[in-house]
């Protein structure tokens, strides 16, 4: 096969073959294929789309490009949840401790952040001293010592992804049905877990800005989870504004530690989604039969500490410094806070999520380039919701900075995601659907 027609195939809106595919994915993993040459098979997928049998296909061949995690040896219900990706989504670091607190069996193979979307890998890293890099049996010793572990890949978990992931995040080639449905279930049917509960972001921050492309990509995802017979629930949550207040991987650490330590109210839309995706994960493990059950057990878990104990327990596992936990402060530490003021009197109208993920990122807490290193303490906390009134000269947000040379850049961003307006905005849901 030759590559350049392969990639010309896709342009022209062709129907890839299985063989097709295979040939383009093994040889990209083997480097065959060159990173140019995926990039431009992967945008003109962005642009044509594919097939639900491509799209099966392509998720298949990526499942099998390495080691696929075999827990069984693991006593319960193994239960996993992924978001397509957010902003100011820490929710996995508060459900899944919550979920362990419950009884739940959570083992779980995170991601790094994606484009202007956070990932749960960057996050844990903030904490000094964390390794998510584990071993199969290291992962499954923790696991059964304390009910959760999350960690990075093993570095043979679904290399395709891992190579594909990595380009797509400097290529724009993320926002793709087929391309995000493959990645996400091509690594959560290799990492082993029996139910699967996956959160599709839909709105402006996410990569799906409709709910019909939200429905479409959580059907796909469900179909092939259930396919291969692992029990998934798809939850479509709004993603039209960041879901928590921090924004940068040490700020969102923080934030969870404060909601796992009841210093969020209950009411708050992080802490209303995570028992949104919580009571579905206890569903599935067979913990809670109804969501109210759920949510109560939910609740208890983290009104008595025991899920934030949960946390802190992993992240010793893992070979973190809990002190970080225990005074959040020291994750944040920058050489400067700088805050954002409104020029006019008013409500916060619009919060735009991605904009705000893309000026988190300018000043350091994710990747615009391949080879970006990560600064766990810079980010932005939102000190205004949506709908929150404003007088002139209120500080909106603060911004945790180290480099000031990204300040000009990232202030522009930001200044351009907030809108202060007249009228109070209307709410929005948080949930819009679940697709079981
Ligand atoms: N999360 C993933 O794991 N993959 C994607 O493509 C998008 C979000
Ligand atoms: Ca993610």
């Known amino acids: 096969m030759i590559i350049t027609e392969l990639i010309e195939k896709k342009r022209f809106r062709g129907e890839m073959t299985r063989e097709e595919l295979e040939f383009l994915v093994s040889g990209f ?13 992967m945008m003109a997928v962005c642009i044509n789309g594919m097939t639900d049998r491509e799209t099966a296909d392509l998720t298949d061949i990526m499942m099998h490009s390495g080691d696929t995690a075999d827990l069984s040896d693991l006593p319960g219900v193994k239960v996993d949840k992924h978001s397509t990706g957010g902003v100011g989504d820490t929710t996995t670091l508060i459900v899944a401790p919550l979920v362990a607190a419950c009884g739940g069996t959570v083992a779980k ?24 890099e584990q071993t199969m049996e290291r992962f499954k010793e ?31 080639t993320v926002r793709s049905i087929p391309l995000i449905a493959s990645s996400i279930m091509s690594k959560k049917l290799a990492s082993g877990s029996d139910a699967i509960v996956l959160d599709v972001k839909m709105g402006k921050g996410a990569f799906m800005t409709t709910l019909p492309d939200a429905r479409k990509l959580a059907g796909e995802m469900v179909g092939i ?40 109210p209950l009411t708050d839309p ?13 569903l599935l493990s067979g913990i809670a039969s109804s969501q109210e059950e759920a949510e109560a057990k939910l609740t208890e878990a983290l009104v008595s500490g025991r899920g934030y104990m949960k946390l802190r327990d992993m992240i010793a596992e893992l070979g973190g410094d809990v002190s970080f936990l225990d005074d959040p402060e020291k994750l944040v530490r920058t050489s400067s806070v700088k805050p954002v003021c409104s020029d006019r009197a008013g409500y916060i109208g619009a919060l735009d999520a991605k904009k705000l993920g893309l000026a988190s990122c300018v000043l350091g807490a994710g990747r ?15 000190k205004k919701r ?51």
């Open 225 to 264: 989870g259930k396919n291969l017979g692992r029990r998934t629930v798809a939850i479509i949550t709004d993603m039209n504004r960041p879901l928590g207040m921090a924004i940068g991987n040490g700020l969102e650490m923080k934030e969870a530690v404060e909601a796992l330590t009841g210093k969020v």
């Open 109 to 132: 193979m995170s991601g790094r952040g994606l484009a202007h979307s956070g990932g749960t890998l960057d996050k844990l890293e903030s904490v000094p001293g964390v390794s998510v």
């Open 368 to 382: 615009l380039r391949l080879e970006d290193v990560i600064d766990p303490a810079v980010g932005i906390l939102m």
């Open 142 to 172: 923790i696991v059964r010592k304390i009910g959760i572990a999350v960690i990075g890949q093993s570095r043979n978990l679904v290399p395709a992804d891992k190579k594909m992931y990595a380009l797509r995040d400097v290529t724009g």
């Open 386 to 436: 949506c709908g929150d009134p404003i007088e002139k000269g209120e500080p909106f947000a603060d911004l945790f900075v180290n480099d000031d040379s990204r300040l000009g850049d990232a202030l522009k961003m930001i200044l351009e995601a907030v809108t202060v307006t007249d009228e109070k905005p209307e709410d929005l849901p948080l949930v819009y659907d679940i697709i079981r």
């Open 29 to 41: 993993v083997s480097g065959s294929v060159q990173e140019c040459q995926m990039a431009a098979f």
């Open 270 to 282: 992080l802490v209303r989604v995570c028992m949104v995706l919580g009571g579905e994960m206890l």
